[in-house]
């Protein structure tokens, strides 16, 4: 068994004891919540992280008398004086899977040199150089993935802003959510295992992950695990912004994977129609029992009362269907060529 297999099947336990470990610091993070009562959020990650920071930009910024920004780790290091007044008394908020990756610590570095910044972050190894910058640390080492591309370190970090989230705004429900996500992942990695293998091993050249919302940024990192796990080239949109100029690409040989967001059937279920016209391999996933859409494979997410928890669920179909693909075409999980764990800047 690939390395890249083991932690994606191995998920629910690192969400689960994650989970607890943040509860665990729950008065303390409230403490620093009510000690800086700051609602401007950064959100600063690289790679993967980077785009889950655009999912926790998303689901920030919809509370009241929050702002809320995504960078990546690379563009503020480039020009930290451009975003000094982004930055200015702003709770700062890392996400990274090793907390030593350069962009972030040198980054973090400079801007706690700002009026006003804190700093939390959120990491997977313990001793790293990000939580020793940070005011608040939260460390979760058993999330850490040893294999180059991250499958269950981004189910976590995920699942783990929505818990900070949750505890900062007294959302009581989201972090039931969460939990329930979580405890029930492998339950629903095991029933919907064997259809998205059969959908791996098709043959398509390119791959379009369409979501809205705060799944927006763990949607992107749905269209990397194919990009990274199998080497087909992976591609994000929203879903009915797909239809203006992308769309023309999507072909005979196109897997399209859409989230489709609970109580609204008209716009996306038209969405997923007009790409059933296009030829290529349609899968959609959501709460709706069946198959409402007719597509070539509906994976139904089960016992989640909210939509930004979805993205637990969701990122495994992603991730185990570009683990196929990369076995069916012959393809090594575990060593995409040219990449690392993480990167360090001379």
């Not at 939260?138 to 499958?151: F, K, R």
């Not at 993205?311 to 991730?319: D, N, T």
């Amino acid at each position: 068994m690939y390395l890249t297999e083991q932690e994606i099947m191995g998920t629910q336990e690192a969400l689960m004891r994650s989970y607890e470990q943040i509860e665990s610091q729950e008065q303390e993070i409230k403490r620093f919540f009510e000690e800086n009562k700051s609602r401007k959020f950064v959100f600063i990650g690289c790679g993967s992280s980077n785009m889950l920071a655009k999912s926790c930009e998303r689901l920030f910024i919809a509370r009241p008398g929050t702002s809320a920004v995504a960078l990546a780790g690379g563009d503020y290091l480039v020009n930290p004086g451009y975003y000094r007044e982004t930055v200015r008394d702003a709770i700062v908020v890392a996400l990274s899977r090793s907390g030593l990756t350069s962009e972030i610590v040198r980054g973090l570095t400079i801007m706690k040199k700002e009026p006003g910044v804190k700093v939390v972050s959120i990491t997977m190894k313990e001793g790293n150089d990000a939580a020793g910058l940070s005011d608040l640390a939260i460390v979760l080492p058993w999330a850490y993935d040893n294999s180059v591309c991250q499958t269950r370190t981004v189910a976590t970090l995920y699942a783990s802003a929505l818990q900070l989230c949750a505890i900062c705004y007294g959302d009581e429900g989201l972090k039931a959510a969460v939990k329930a996500a979580a405890g029930s992942n492998k339950a629903h990695q095991e029933k919907w295992r064997p259809s998205l293998e059969e959908i791996g091993k098709n043959d398509f050249s390119d791959v379009v992950v369409l979501a809205d919302g705060p799944l927006c940024g763990i949607a992107e990192e749905g269209a990397l695990a194919f990009t990274e796990v199998a080497l087909v080239p992976g591609k994000y949109f929203n879903m009915l912004d797909y239809r203006h100029g992308p769309i023309v690409l999507n072909g005979k040989k196109t897997l399209t994977i859409l989230l489709l967001q609970p109580g609204e059937t008209s716009y996306q279920y038209a969405m997923v129609e007009d790409l059933k016209k296009h030829g290529g391999t349609v899968v959609t996933v959501g709460d709706a029992a069946g198959n409402p859409c007719s597509a070539a494979l509906h994976v139904q997410i089960e016992g989640i009362d909210r939509f930004e928890a979805f993205g637990m669920p969701f990122i495994y179909v992603c991730q185990m269907i570009a683990l196929s693909h990369a076995l069916a075409i012959g393809g090594n999980p575990d060593a995409p060529t040219g990449l690392d764990a993480y990167i360090t800047l001379k």
